[in-house]
């Protein structure tokens, strides 16, 4: 039995957004190469989002968290952002412990709290 060989990036749809698998370790060549796919995904879905696969990078350091960073800042260049898939705790914790957010995959965006607008009422009648 035998596949073909895909090349290129896959079709995805808008309301998909494309996933990066990020194997580790990855090094410092790399990213450069990594941050062009961020662009390139972004530019094919028009998504806005890019899910980044972090569960095989590894053990976290201070070379994973300027992946990501850099990572987040191509995304951000592009007019998107990523979403991370699969953070190890300690990754979490780390990024916690150098002040960067990220937007993790299975939690609810951060966005502002509602405003609290009260409806406008007609005379005579109480408000609810």
Do not use: W, Y
Not at 30 to 36: E, Q
Not at 43 to 65: F, K, M, N, R, S
Not at 74 to 80: F, H, L, N, P, S
């Amino acid at each position: 039995m035998s596949c073909g060989l895909l090349i290129g990036l896959q079709h995805v749809d808008a309301k998909t957004p494309a996933v990066l698998v990020l194997p580790g370790p990855v090094t410092k060549d790399k990213v450069p190469g990594l941050c062009n796919d961020v662009r390139a995904l972004l530019e094919l879905t028009g998504a806005g989002v890019v899910v980044c696969d972090v569960g095989g990078l590894g053990p976290p350091g201070l070379g994973v968290i300027d992946l990501l960073a850099r990572l987040e800042l191509a995304a951000r260049r592009a007019g998107g952002r990523i979403r991370l898939r699969d953070p190890d705790p300690a990754l979490h914790a780390l990024l916690d412990l150098v002040g960067l957010r990220f937007e993790l995959e299975g939690q609810p965006e951060q966005r502002e709290p509602p405003l609290r607008v009260q409806e406008e009422v007609e005379p005579g009648q109480s408000p609810a």
